[in-house]
């Protein structure tokens, strides 16, 4: 796609420029004691939790409530929907995150700012998140930092940078096509993650529950079982009629009780940085959300500088460092990983979905974890999961239920491929709109004649 088409009218750019203090406060978080914080209580964003351009709330530290309770004026600290937040310490100072939408009161931690807005009748909130996220700012902020153990940057210096501002209207209507995308790519994450229950609900329910063969087992008319199940009376008739005893405890009978390595590999292709093209789509621990198979972000071969092991699309892409954090997903494209991924492959293509279902299950990390090597950074092997125990189901039902999900995953890396493509348009109209050498009409006309 071809993201700077000629023809684009060149615009004066604004002029108007302020600081950014004349607009917003920017307000720093609470020090919150480590001493204090554990795994229950109210949950604490710490700079850790920025994961642009989001806020990662899944793993957090909490604080006690006798402690909230004991502190006053604690309310300028609590988090709300959209609120803009900037890491002001460490490595990835200048790093902005929106914080999302969620039931649960959350704190903001010292070292971490938030920007409000101070004056809606002169800026929109959006467009200032918009602004602050693009390259130029998030490393403008970086610069400012100072310490020399470890970069500090302070809210005063936050406010001081400098930023364009057009006119109110311009502004909402930057801020509202930029949004534009940015919702069809959150709407394709969530419907990744339904389509992703979707598929884990099935396997609970074949593979784990045996919900088909109790059904049987109980009486229930076939009628009534296809409906609840929401099977067709062929693959109803797939499923024996009783359990009977392995040393896995009941599994269905003519099933085997096996190992992930009877119907699975690691196909070690291991490669030399020199080998790497620069444009390879490269896959490290931090481009992995925690679960979730859904993939969406990867960088490029470009400067690594040390071994890799390369994998194919759908193949499956496991964190064995630290599996505990439950990083595992489908590859949307052929590229190379970190040696702290383990890549996974079924031994037969209608095995897939089945191996997915089991390598991403809570039961899968549970069991990699527990024996894990190593005290600060333990790790799992492909050796260890190669013997994780399993019923083994007849071919026939692993095809059939492959034929049912993998339609399911293909569509995930339809949509990861779209939302990057949308991404890449964003990311090159957001400072063309927010300079001025584009206008909004022009950028709608842009985002018509893609969709079209």
């Known amino acids: 796609m071809n ?16 600081e950014l203090k004349e607009v917003v406060s920017v307000i720093s978080g609470y020090a919150f004691p480590g001493n204090e914080m554990g795994s229950s209580g109210s949950p604490i ?13 899944t793993d957090v530290d909490r604080i006690s ?47 971490v700012a938030r920007v409000d807005l101070r004056n809606p009748a002169q800026a929109d909130i959006d467009y200032i998140y ?33 930023i364009p501002l057009p006119p109110l209207r311009e502004q909402r209507r930057i801020a509202h096509i930029l949004g534009t995308l940015d919702d069809k790519i959150e709407n394709n994450r969530k419907t990744a993650k339904t389509l992703e229950a979707m598929a884990q609900a099935i396997f609970q329910s074949w593979f784990v529950d045996f919900d088909p063969v109790r059904a049987k087992m109980a009486g229930e008319s076939p009628e009534s079982i296809c409906k609840r199940l929401k099977l067709t009376p062929e693959i109803l008739d797939l499923f024996p009629d009783r359990l009977v005893d392995s040393e896995l405890g009941e599994i269905p009978d003519g099933w085997v009780v096996g190992t992930l390595g009877n119907v699975a590999e690691n196909p070690r ?11 390879t789509p490269y896959i490290a621990l931090e481009h992995m959300p925690r679960r979730c198979i859904y993939l969406s972000e990867w960088g490029t071969g470009e400067e690594l500088e040390s071994n890799k092991f390369m994998f194919r699309k759908n193949e499956i892409l496991f964190g064995k460092l630290r599996p505990y954090f439950h990083k595992v997903g489908v590859a949307p494209v052929n590229g190379v990983c970190s040696t702290d991924i383990v890549v996974i492959a079924p031994q037969s293509a209608y095995w897939l979905s089945f191996v997915l279902g089991h390598t991403s299950s809570d039961a899968f990390v549970v069991y990699t974890d527990s024996d894990s090597t190593g005290t ?40 990861v491929h779209e939302s990057r493509t949308l991404a890449d348009l964003r990311d090159t109209l957001l400072p063309k709109l927010i300079s001025g050498d584009i206008r909004v009409p022009e950028a709608e006309h842009l985002i018509e004649n893609i969709e079209g």
Not at 45 to 57: G, H, L, Q, S
């Open 3 to 18: 993201h700077n088409p000629e023809g684009w009218h060149m615009h004066r750019p604004y002029h108007n420029r302020i």
């Open 45 to 57: 964003i710490k700079i850790k939790n920025i994961i642009p351009p989001m806020v990662d709330t």
């Open 65 to 111: 409530e006798v402690f909230i309770a004991s502190i006053h004026k604690l309310e300028k600290f609590r988090l709300k929907h959209k609120d803009i937040l900037v890491a002001m310490t460490g490595a990835t100072v200048g790093k902005i995150g929106r914080f999302p939408k969620t039931n649960e009161i959350f704190y903001l931690n010292q070292r």
């Open 130 to 162: 918009y602004v602050l996220s693009q390259a130029q700012y998030t490393d403008q902020i970086f610069s400012l930092a100072d310490g020399s153990a470890q970069a500090n940057v302070s809210a005063s210096q936050i406010g001081n940078i400098i």
């Open 269 to 279: 292709r291991g490669i030399r940085p020199q080998q790497i093209n620069t444009e």
């Open 376 to 415: 600060k950074m333990p790790r799992t092997s492909w050796n260890r999961m190669a013997h994780y125990e399993i019923a083994l189901p007849p071919e026939s039902i692993a095809k059939v239920f492959d034929e049912l999900v993998v339609p399911t995953v293909h569509q995930m890396v339809a949509n």
